[in-house]
């Protein structure tokens, strides 16, 4: 161990350091010197011993991540396009327990006339029902057929019982607030249907409303993608023409669609 004389006080240096000092001066050498000395000699240090072992290696970055690691591959796409859509209709006469089938579901989506007078082609290729809202018209009391929707309608018909569902109201009772109905958890209406493994005239839903009822329903979709749209028979239309049909289909033409152009 050494003594080094700085201008205010005594440094003690180590032997092993005393090599890699300035050479000697008649002045004290000061602490700070010794310091920047200490910090170059362990950069050189640490050039010489790349420069024998070579470069270090390259590491490639993953994207999303922070330190080096395997090159990253594109994530999964979704291809096929998806809408979350709001449509309004309104009973333009009463309707008790009529069917609402899958092309009738396609068909409220919207699509193009492809032969005039005869065909319409949907866009959509599948849907999944998120829930009807109903606003039945004032005044609709007593024993009037009340909205209700049977969603023991969806699925295949040999598994259902035969029955028949009504909803009345007492007399001098009138609903004057809208009617939400939500697919059953667990039950068939939850699933998304497609037109490509179930028959495009099966029913989804059996509605009952009242004349003047306005529902909406709210869908969620996919465009034609891998499942093409379905082929609808219309009486009306023009080659070209986007449409909307009524959700109890065009031959029964009562639950009317709302704010969009339309044909039966």
């Known amino acids: 161990m050494s003594v080094t004389q700085d201008t205010e006080r005594y440094v003690l240096v180590p032997e092993s350091k005393m090599s890699r000092l300035p050479p000697p001066s008649a002045a004290a050498v000061p602490v700070r010197e010794v310091v920047r000395h200490e910090l170059d000699s362990k950069v050189e240090s640490k050039e010489e011993k790349e420069n024998y072992m070579g470069p270090s290696k390259l590491m490639v970055r993953s994207e999303g991540k922070a330190g080096g690691g395997a090159m990253s591959l594109p994530p999964v796409l979704q291809a096929t396009c998806y809408v979350r859509k709001r449509f309004r209709f309104r009973a333009s006469s009463a309707v008790s327990g009529v069917s609402c089938t899958l092309n009738g579901f396609l068909g409220a989506c919207g699509g193009i006339c492809t032969v005039a007078n ?7 290729s599948s849907f999944q029902i998120k829930k009807i ?8 009391s007593g024993s009037a057929d009340m909205v209700f929707v049977d969603w023991s309608a969806a699925g295949n018909s040999n598994f259902t019982p035969d029955s028949s569902k009504i909803v009345t109201i007492p007399d001098g009772i009138t609903v004057t607030k809208s009617l939400v109905f939500v697919p059953p958890t667990k039950s ?11 028959s495009a005239s099966g029913a989804i839903i059996a509605l009952t409303c009242p004349s003047g009822t306005i529902l909406d329903v ?3 979709f996919s465009l034609s993608n891998v499942n093409l749209g379905n082929n609808i028979t219309i009486v009306a239309g023009s080659v070209g023409t986007v449409y909307y049909l009524a959700l109890d289909g065009p031959s029964s033409n009562k639950l009317v669609p709302l704010g969009v152009p339309t044909t039966a």
């Open 118 to 124: 005869t065909n319409l082609r949907t866009w959509a």
């Open 133 to 140: 809202v109903a606003w039945p018209p004032g005044g609709v």
């Open 188 to 198: 068939l209406a939850e699933f998304w249907y497609n037109p490509t493994n179930m």
């Open 218 to 220: 709210i869908l969620e």
